[in-house]
């Protein structure tokens, strides 16, 4: 394995100089107009912010902040390392905690502290998770970027007891906190077990499911990961009396892919830590990951499945919901029964997708407006 690791880290050291020369290069450069077609968000209306108390709640501040828990399996898929940097970059989101999720809790956490201070962002506490465990090689496909990074490094809170922490946060905050869940949900229910009445004072926004999409982009659908990885888990979860339950499933966010002048701005923005700290992951990533050929990353971005939770944290303005009623399989199917055991809105469509892809960009480089 110490072989894969050198190589890994030289390919790596290759992509981050291709980066840099591209990101340098005139082929990539705004001189040829990559940024003269960044579109700026459509308005985001007010009705955008679903649930009732949390409208009120978000409508009668000067500035809407909204108390959200990102629970996180940082450092498998890439995907939530540029879900963190839309959660730091969305002004209407007021990060409270982020919780590890499953596997190797202090390996995920040594990726978040690390990012959180390269982005200065060392206020926002990390919680360890639940039935911490070691995890393959596999799976630890950032790990060279945190290789010299020790958590005791990290001038922000650590807490041990991540559940723990998540439950007092929740108990003690004012406001409704909405938690972001992009992950297997072990932590959840083990939350929900030790407090069940969090459950009503949070709305949930989750990357849950495959309704009518599966990971080709069309049918059949398929056994979801954050699914499939603990159904029971899941269905603790969706028990619950959430205020407000809200899922992309792979028929939304499977489609999220930043391409062409939008991916290239990003990958252009070198001044920007946190962008960098997003690329130089995925350039890391991109050579370890085993379950697809990531020879793209120079051109588009992977898909950016936790991206959408995020973003149905704060606006619906892009998406069309649905409410409805599924159960799910021992195999990690989410399927649609008029007869399940759990009622849901699901985002099951795209209004207009290009529109939330700009929008994406233009938050994640700050050019939006607020
Ligand atoms: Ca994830």
Redesign the pocket.
């Known amino acids: 394995m110490k072989s894969r690791d050198s190589s890994c880290l030289v390919f790596a050291a290759i992509c981050l100089a291709a980066f840099a020369l591209c990101a340098a290069g005139p082929q990539l450069s705004d001189s040829q107009g990559l940024s003269n077609h960044l579109h700026t968000p459509t308005g985001l209306p007010d009705h955008a912010i679903l649930g009732t108390n949390l409208q009120t709640t978000v409508l009668s501040a000067s500035r809407p902040t909204i108390p959200v828990i990102l629970d ?3 450092g ?2 890439i ?2 390392t540029w ?1 963190l940097a839309l959660l730091l970059r969305s002004p209407e989101l007021d990060p409270k905690l982020i919780l590890m ?1 499953t596997g190797d809790a202090t390996y995920r956490a040594r990726i978040t502290a690390k990012f959180l201070a390269v982005a200065g962002r060392t206020d926002i506490p990390i919680g360890l998770g639940v039935n911490s465990r070691p995890m393959s090689e596999s799976l630890r496909n950032q790990d060279p970027w945190i290789k010299d990074y020790d958590l005791s490094r990290y001038p922000g809170e650590v807490a041990a007891d991540g559940v723990g922490r998540m439950i007092r946060i929740i108990e003690e905050s004012p406001a409704p906190v909405t938690i972001i869940a ?2 297997p949900s072990p932590n959840l229910a083990v939350a929900l077990a030790r407090a069940p009445g969090i459950a009503a004072r949070c709305r949930l926004v989750g ?1 849950f499911g495959s309704f009518a999409v599966g990971y080709s982009g069309g049918p059949p659908v398929s056994p979801e ?2 699914v499939r990885v603990d159904p029971a888990a899941l269905r603790a979860v969706l028990a619950a009396p959430w205020r407000d339950v809200l899922l992309t499933p792979l028929d939304t966010c499977n489609a999220a892919v930043l391409t062409g002048e939008n991916y290239h701005r990003i990958w252009n923005a070198t001044g920007d830590p946190t962008l960098r700290a997003v690329i130089e992951n995925y350039c890391i990533f991109a050579p370890r990951v085993n379950w697809m050929n990531c020879d793209y990353f120079a051109l588009r971005s992977s898909t950016l ?2 991206c959408v939770a995020v973003y149905l944290a704060y606006s619906e303005a892009f998406v069309e919901t649905e409410t409805i009623r599924f159960h799910i399989s021992n195999d990690g199917y989410t399927l649609r029964d008029d007869h399940g055991e759990f009622t849901a809105r699901a985002a099951l469509h795209w209004k207009n997708l290009s529109a939330f892809q700009d929008h994406l960009t233009a938050r994640l480089l700050r050019t939006h407006q607020q």
């Open positions: 996180t399996d940082i498998t898929d995907d939530d879900a999720e992009i992950a990357m990961t954050n499945f936790d």
